[in-house]
């Protein structure tokens, strides 16, 4: 069983930044891609941003595009979210979610429980 824990979030200022942490436990997987995606109160979630792993090529959604950054950390299978110049629409569970398969940048076989960030204006 996998297991992905998320970290980092919290109550910031608007124009403030955060990094969110993932971090991969449990059964020992290959990752293809990892990802971020977030969801506000009474939306859908939504994608936030996709890392692939052998080429470290990323993918980021418009309204993030040029303020977060999506990267691989050393520890195999952790990830993190640079996230500034923060906006009080950026307020949301952030979520991390792990590719195995390789199937689809819409399709994830893991994910972690999510971690609040409240940007207050």
């Known amino acids: 069983q996998v297991q992905l824990v998320e970290s980092g979030g919290g109550l910031v200022q608007a124009g403030g930044s955060l990094r969110l942490s993932c971090a991969a436990s449990?059964?020992?997987?290959?990752?293809?891609?990892m990802a971020w995606f977030r969801q506000a109160p009474g939306k859908e979630r939504e994608f936030v941003a996709r890392?692939?792993?052998?080429?470290?090529?990323?993918l980021y959604a418009d309204s993030v595009k040029g303020r977060f950054t999506i990267s691989r950390g050393n520890a195999k299978n952790t990830a993190y979210l640079q996230m500034n110049s923060l906006k009080p629409e950026d307020t949301a569970v952030y979520y991390c979610a792990a590719d195995e398969r390789g199937v689809s940048r819409y399709e994830y076989d893991y994910w972690g429980q999510g971690t609040q960030v409240t940007v207050s204006s």
């Open positions: 890392i692939w792993w052998r080429s470290g090529g990323t």
């Open positions: 449990g059964r020992t997987f290959s990752t293809y891609a």
